[in-house]
Every structure is written in structure tokens, then in C-alpha cells.
């Protein structure tokens, strides 16, 4: 359904920006905003056990889908949605598109880049963990960077090693040969001594972007090790920008400049 957004003509320490977290991103850009006086409500999904402290107000846990979603928008007066979930969060995307429309907020979506293959890269693109529990050889030794939610479809692969790094213990049925590293990302360094020590021979991850955990694919290459890389959905919002500075223009556009260098 097409339709025409109107840009609320509100003084900027009167708009109420609902900033859709979960990401590095995210925190950051609340930052920023609350930094040039913005009011800012972050969401999270309420996911992860102890999340990190972010800057203004922080709400957690879902709406109920996009009627939920909408309620809230009008109940809470929202002016902006900034969608600043991880890529591959794409339901909650797709309720933030709906409900923008819906009620007619302006929305922007922040959407890091995805890494671009390297010539040394052995990628293999494939669209979803089912295909690469498929694909993975039997006796191979895969390191699953996914995160907990991510790993049910390995468990029936018990001619596979697994090494499965998440920050939160799974809640799954595991596959028989498994072990978990409960850890963020690491460094080049760690992560290629990571590599060696396991054998690894097979990285499985989805293509998140960002620098953060960009080390282990730093690290693949350096090691020659295949790559089961798993690529984004397609995006669903209109507007789509890839850092914090685009967002912040695109906010100054819709509420003038920020109170903080007005006063
Ligand atoms: P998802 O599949 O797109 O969303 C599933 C449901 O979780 C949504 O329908 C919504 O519930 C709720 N939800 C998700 N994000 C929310 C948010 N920011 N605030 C309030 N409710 C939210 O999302 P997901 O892939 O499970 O990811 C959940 C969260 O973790 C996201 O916020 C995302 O940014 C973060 N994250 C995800 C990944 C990843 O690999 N997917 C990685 C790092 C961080 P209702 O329908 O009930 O509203």
C-alpha cells in the first residue's frame, strides 16, 4: 500500500523517536541522539540475559506482532521509528514497515553493510542454516558463529565436530559432537588461534557486517578455511541508510536542528 508521509513540524525536544535495538548500532546511535537532546525509546526484544547499558529510555520485550506494534506508535505519540535491527531480524523489520504505514510515522532503517567477499575468500553463499547443516561434509570440523537461536537445524549431524560460539547457553538439542565457547567475538589473533587449535575446517556465519565480529572471516582467510556464508534476507524498508551520520540528517530534516546546538 503506497502512501504519503507527513513530517511532524514538532520542536525537536518534543519528538519521541522509537530506535528498534538489539545491535552495536543501535546503542550507539541513542548515544548520539540523546547526546543532541533527542528523546529516544529503545526496544529490545529482551533476548539476551544482561544486556549492555544503553543511553535514554529502554523498553524490552515484544509488541505482539504489528497490531501490537501500531498500538503502541499511537499510544506513545512515536514521531520516528528508526529500524535499527540486526539484518537478519527480519520480522521485526517487516512489522516496523507495516505499522509505519499504518500509522503513518516516518521511518529509517539503519542497515550496516555486508562484507564483500575478498578474492582470497573460499565463500560458498547459501541462504539458510538447513542448507548449510546439508552441506557441511561428514567428518569435517565446523566453528558455528550463530548464536543459540540459530543452531537446532546441526543437531542431527553427529559426523560432524562442532565448536558453536554464543554468548547465552542454548536452550536446543545439540548435535552429539559439540562443544560451546560461551564469548563474544575476538580479535584477529584470537580468533585465528582459535581456528588452528579446534582444526577447523569449515566456518559456518551469516553475513552480519560490521566490524565487530568481521576478525573470524579475517581469520578464514588467513587459514584457507571454507566458508558457508550465509547471505541477508532481502531488505524491507524503503529507506535504507548505513551509518549514524545519514541517520542524523535524515533527523534534522524532519525536526529542525537538535535543541542541545539550538540553545
Ligand atoms: P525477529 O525474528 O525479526 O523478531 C521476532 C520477534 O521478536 C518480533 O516479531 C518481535 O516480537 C520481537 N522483537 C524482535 N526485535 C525486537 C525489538 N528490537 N524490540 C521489541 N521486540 C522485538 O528478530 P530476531 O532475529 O529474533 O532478533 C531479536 C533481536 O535481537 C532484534 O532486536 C535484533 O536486532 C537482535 N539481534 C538479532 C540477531 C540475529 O542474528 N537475528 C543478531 C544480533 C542481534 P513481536 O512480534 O511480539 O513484537
Given amino acids: 500500500m503506497s502512501q504519503t508521509v507527513k513530517a511532524p513540524s514538532l520542536p525537536a525536544f518534543d519528538c519521541k523517536i522509537l530506535l528498534l535495538g538489539g545491535t552495536t548500532e543501535a546503542a550507539k546511535l541513542a548515544q548520539v541522539l540523546n547526546a543532541q537532546g533527542f528523546h529516544t525509546i529503545t526496544s529490545l526484544a529482551g533476548r539476551t540475559a544482561t544486556p549492555s547499558p544503553v543511553d535514554g529510555i529502554v523498553r524490552s520485550g515484544g509488541y505482539g506482532g504489528t497490531d501490537g506494534l501500531s498500538t503502541y506508535i499511537l499510544a506513545e505519540s512515536i514521531n520516528l521509528i528508526i529500524d535499527a535491527t540486526h539484518p537478519f531480524?527480519?520480522?521485526?523489520?517487516?512489522?516496523?514497515?507495516?505499522?509505519?504505514?499504518?500509522?503513518?510515522?516516518?521511518?529509517?532503517?539503519?542497515?550496516?553493510?555486508?562484507?564483500?567477499?575478498?578474492?582470497?575468500?573460499?565463500?560458498?553463499?547459501?541462504?539458510?542454516?538447513?542448507?548449510?547443516?546439508?552441506?557441511?561434509?561428514?567428518?569435517?570440523?565446523?566453528?558455528?558463529?550463530?548464536?543459540?537461536?540459530?543452531?537446532?537445524?546441526?543437531?542431527?549431524?553427529?559426523?560432524?565436530?562442532?565448536?558453536m560460539r554464543m554468548i547465552d547457553p542454548a536452550e536446543v538439542a545439540l548435535p552429539l559432537n559439540h562443544q560451546i565457547i560461551l564469548?563474544?567475538?575476538?580479535?584477529?589473533?584470537?580468533?585465528?588461534?582459535?581456528?588452528?587449535?579446534?582444526?577447523?575446517?569449515?566456518?559456518?556465519?551469516?553475513?552480519?557486517?560490521?566490524?565487530?565480529?568481521?576478525?573470524?572471516?579475517?581469520?578464514?582467510?588467513?587459514?584457507?578455511?571454507?566458508?558457508?556464508?550465509?547471505?541477508?534476507?532481502?531488505?524491507?524498508?524503503?529507506?535504507i541508510v548505513e551509518d549514524a551520520e545519514a541517520v542524523l540528517s535524515f533527523v534534522y530534516q524532519l525536526f529542525g536542528s537538535p535543541p542541545r546546538s539550538a540553545c
Fill in 183 to 239: 564469548a563474544k567475538p575476538m580479535g584477529f589473533e584470537d580468533e585465528c588461534d582459535l581456528l588452528r587449535r579446534h582444526k577447523i575446517t569449515h566456518l559456518v556465519c551469516r553475513n552480519s557486517g560490521g566490524t565487530a565480529s568481521y576478525q573470524k572471516i579475517r581469520a578464514a582467510r588467513e587459514l584457507a578455511i571454507n566458508v558457508l556464508m550465509i547471505e541477508r534476507p532481502t531488505p524491507v524498508a524503503r529507506h
Fill in 89 to 163: 531480524a527480519k520480522q521485526i523489520s517487516a512489522n516496523a514497515r507495516q505499522a509505519a504505514d499504518r500509522t503513518r510515522c516516518p521511518l529509517i532503517r539503519l542497515e550496516r553493510p555486508a562484507w564483500q567477499q575478498q578474492p582470497q575468500d573460499l565463500w560458498q553463499l547459501i541462504h539458510k542454516e538447513e542448507e548449510a547443516a546439508r552441506l557441511l561434509p561428514g567428518g569435517a570440523r565446523a566453528f558455528l558463529a550463530l548464536g543459540r537461536q540459530h543452531i537446532a537445524p546441526f543437531q542431527s549431524r553427529d559426523d560432524v565436530h562442532f565448536i
